[in-house]
């Protein structure tokens, strides 16, 4: 499985933007681009996912590099509630594939009122 | 609340004891999936069913676990002879055909005495 890499954590303040770094060099071409979050003392909740286009939805954007081996996960305006491990993660579309889920240890984002 | 529910949320035993966890998806969710997750760790990927057929089992799923999804419905993890590296968060997911999101359940945190 191809592997991410992410800061362990990242500081924000109150209604400013977030740009959460993901570094995934060794992407294949079937591998979308998964975030997940996970707040405190809760399942991970899905965020946002992608291939090759940025895309946008209510909780957030994702910002991925002409070559796949990056991508950006921004929030446009951090609340406290923001305050989470974010978890970048490659899944394989592949027939046949369970589409599981495989995570790293994510960044833990704090937001400072 | 994701709609997936599980049960119990938290479970005290003593080491060599046997425990079951249940996990009760969002109705129409076909694909059911078994996490656990350690302190300060991602959820690592356990099983994995696709109606009641399970579809692949993690190497981390010694012969002590069974998990079983009698009617595609429910789904139980038990534990046999539980040990003290067993204690962890024990995370449930599902997902309905075509969909790519995981919807989380709020876990079951397993201590063993």
């Known amino acids: 499985d191809a592997k991410t890499t992410q800061p362990n954590s990242m500081e924000s303040n109150e209604e400013e933007p977030v740009h959460l770094p993901c570094n995934h060099s060794?992407?294949?071409?079937?591998?979308?681009i998964h975030w997940y979050r996970q707040l405190p003392s809760q399942g991970p909740e899905y965020v946002i996912h992608g291939l090759t286009s940025n895309v946008n939805n209510r909780m957030a954007s994702l910002a991925i590099a002409e070559d796949r081996k990056s991508s950006t996960l921004i929030l446009h305006r951090a609340t406290l509630r923001d305050a989470a491990v974010y978890y970048c993660i490659l899944r394989d579309y592949r027939s046949g594939a369970t589409n599981k889920l495989i995570f790293g240890t994510g960044t833990l984002l704090a937001v400072q009122p | 609340d994701t709609g997936v529910s599980q049960d119990p949320r938290h479970k005290i035993t003593k080491r060599g004891q046997n425990v079951t966890f249940r996990c009760d998806p969002i109705s129409e969710h076909n694909r059911l999936y078994w996490y656990r997750q350690t302190l300060g760790q991602g959820p690592e990927f356990l099983t994995y069913f696709q109606n009641e057929a399970q579809l692949e089992k993690s190497r981390l799923l010694s012969d002590r676990f069974s998990a079983e999804r009698p009617k595609g419905s429910f789904s139980t993890l038990e534990i046999q002879r539980t040990e003290q590296g067993d204690s962890a968060m024990y995370l449930c997911?599902?997902?309905?055909?075509?969909?790519?999101?995981?919807?989380f359940g709020p876990g079951t945190r397993l201590t063993v005495t």
């Open positions: 060794t992407i294949s071409g079937t591998d979308y």
């Open positions: 997911a599902t997902r309905g055909t075509g969909s790519s999101e995981q919807y």
